[in-house]
């Protein structure tokens, strides 16, 4: 059963319409089959976003220094050490132990400083 149509008019700009015409050639399509599968896909993005927003529409809200905070945190790496490392900063001095954590830390944070 063929699907009713309607036809109608647009106006495109010139690139516009010449790549559509190409891309219809490529694709052995016509061009109201290209705007008719554009248009689909544009109104079926507009439904998911609408159901999206429909789900989560009853979600707490939070303040954007709040989020802003969180993502922050989610970027964060986490630094691992290996028993060996542990057993050689033990061996250095508590002063050069304790700068070479600190830098270490602040790697989760920023893993790539300036310099490095």
């Known amino acids: 059963m063929a699907t009713a149509t309607k036809r ?3 106006y ?15 694709t052995a399509s016509s061009v ?3 705007v008719n599968n554009a248009v689909r896909e544009s109104i ?3 439904a998911e ?7 989560r529409k ?24 290996c028993e060996s490392v542990a057993k ?3 061996a250095l001095p508590k002063s050069d132990g304790r700068k070479i ?4 830390q602040g790697l989760g944070a920023n893993p790539r400083p300036v310099g490095c």
């Open 58 to 81: 009853m979600d707490p809200l939070i303040s954007y220094d709040e989020m802003l905070k969180k993502l922050k945190k989610m970027a964060e790496y986490k630094i691992y050490f």
């Open 44 to 46: 079926a993005e507009d």
């Open 101 to 104: 954590l600190q830098r270490v």
């Open 8 to 10: 109608t008019t647009i």
């Open 12 to 26: 495109l700009d010139s690139d516009l319409h010449k790549s559509l015409r190409l891309k219809a050639v490529e």
């Open 32 to 34: 109201s089959e290209l």
């Open 49 to 55: 976003d609408v159901a999206a927003y429909a789900d």
């Open 88 to 90: 050689d900063l033990s």
